[in-house]
C-alpha cells in the first residue's frame, strides 16, 4: 500500500450500511485488504439486531486487516438505545489500539478524554467554534456532515489555518466522496414496517436488501432508499470530479461508502482518479455503468438539491 503521505487523497472505506451474512462480510473485508484503501471503518452503525458479527468478532477483524497496513476505526452506533450498545460503547473507550469514530453525542460523552476519536458525519458540526469544541475533547478527524457543500468545509476548517488539537496537530477533514448518503435514523424500523412486522420481530428482513429498499415516486422515479431504522438518498453521491474544490476545501480524505456490486472497482477509480493522475472522464462512464438504480448524484457538494448530478 502506498503511504497516505505521498498521496493527494487518503481513502477510506466507510462503514457497511447493509445486513450482509457474516460469510459475506468477510469476504468483503479479504478483498479490501487488498484495495488501495488507507483506512478502514468496522463496526454496526444502524441496528443492534444485526448481530452477524458480534463485538469480538469485529474487534479479532480490526486486528487482522491492521495486520496488512491498514487504518483501523472502530465506529459506534449512531442511535444508541440500549444498555447492551452502551456497553460496547464503553468496551471501544477501554482499548487503545485503534481510533473510535463517534457517531452520536452519546458516543462524545464516553470517549472525551479516554482515546482519541473520529468525529462521524452525524455529529453536527457547522462552524469553526464547534469543531474547536470537540477537538478540546479529543476529536482528530471531522467527517463532514453529507449535506454541506465543499466550499463550507473550507470555512469551517481553512486549509489555511485549521482547527488544532491539544497537541497543536491539525484535524483532518474527510468527506463523504461515494456511496447512497445516510440522511436521516429513526428508533422505527421502516423495513419491518414494510412487511408489516415488529421492529423487534422483523424476522431480519433487511437481509433480503443488500442495497437497501427501493422508495420511488408516484412517478416511478428512484427517490430515497429504506435500510432498517436509516434513510438513504437512492442516488449514489459521488464527488470523482471534484478534485480541484475538494483540495481548495482542505479536504485530505475521502470516505467511500460500501455497496454490494463492484466497489472494490469504485475503490480502484478513486484511487486512479485522485492519486494517480488518470482523467475522469476515463472513470465516469465506468461508474455509472456500475451505479445501483438511482444513478449517481452530487448536488449536495454544489449548493444544489442533493439528486441532481452536474459534470460541469
Known amino acids: 500500500m502506498n503511504s497516505a503521505a505521498a498521496r493527494s487523497f487518503a ?15 468477510l469476504d468483503f473485508y479479504a478483498e479490501m485488504a487488498a484495495s488501495p484503501a488507507d483506512t478502514i471503518v468496522l463496526g454496526e452503525t444502524v441496528c443492534s439486531r444485526r448481530r452477524e458479527l458480534k463485538p469480538a468478532d469485529w474487534l479479532d477483524l480490526a486486528r487482522d486487516l ?6 483501523i476505526v472502530l465506529a459506534t452506533r449512531t442511535l444508541v438505545e440500549s444498555e447492551a450498545d452502551l456497553r460496547f460503547l464503553r468496551r471501544l473507550a477501554e482499548q487503545h489500539d485503534f481510533l473510535v469514530e463517534a457517531g452520536d453525542a452519546s458516543a462524545l460523552q464516553v470517549l472525551a478524554g479516554t482515546v482519541p476519536f473520529v468525529l462521524g458525519p452525524h455529529i453536527n458540526v457547522y462552524n469553526r467554534a464547534a469543531l474547536a469544541e470537540h477537538a478540546a475533547l479529543g476529536a482528530r478527524r471531522w467527517v463532514a456532515p453529507v449535506e454541506l457543500a465543499l466550499d463550507m468545509l473550507g470555512l469551517v476548517n481553512p486549509p489555511g489555518d485549521p482547527v488544532k488539537t491539544d497537541s497543536g496537530a491539525a484535524v483532518a477533514t474527510e468527506a463523504f466522496a461515494f456511496g447512497r448518503l445516510p440522511l436521516a435514523f ?27 429498499l427501493m422508495l420511488s415516486s408516484n412517478e416511478g422515479q428512484p427517490f430515497l432508499v429504506l435500510n432498517g431504522t436509516q434513510t438513504q438518498s437512492a442516488a449514489q453521491h459521488c464527488l470523482i470530479g471534484d478534485a480541484a474544490a475538494l483540495r481548495a476545501a482542505g479536504v485530505s480524505r475521502l470516505r467511500l461508502s460500501p455497496g454490494s456490486k463492484n466497489f472494490a472497482q469504485v475503490v480502484q477509480w478513486f484511487d486512479r482518479v485522485m492519486n494517480q493522475g488518470v482523467p ?16 449517481l448524484s452530487n448536488g449536495f457538494a454544489r449548493h444544489r438539491a442533493g439528486m441532481e448530478w452536474s459534470t460541469a
Open 66 to 71: 491492521a495486520s496488512t497496513g491498514k487504518e
Open 11 to 25: 481513502l477510506t472505506i466507510g462503514p457497511v450500511q447493509y445486513h450482509w451474512p457474516r460469510q459475506v462480510m
Open 280 to 295: 475522469v472522464e476515463d472513470a465516469l462512464p465506468a461508474l455509472q455503468a456500475m451505479s445501483l438504480q438511482g444513478g
Open 186 to 212: 429513526s428508533a422505527r424500523c421502516f423495513t419491518a414496517r414494510h412487511h408489516r412486522l415488529n421492529k423487534d420481530e422483523c424476522e431480519f428482513r433487511c437481509l433480503e436488501y443488500p442495497d437497501g
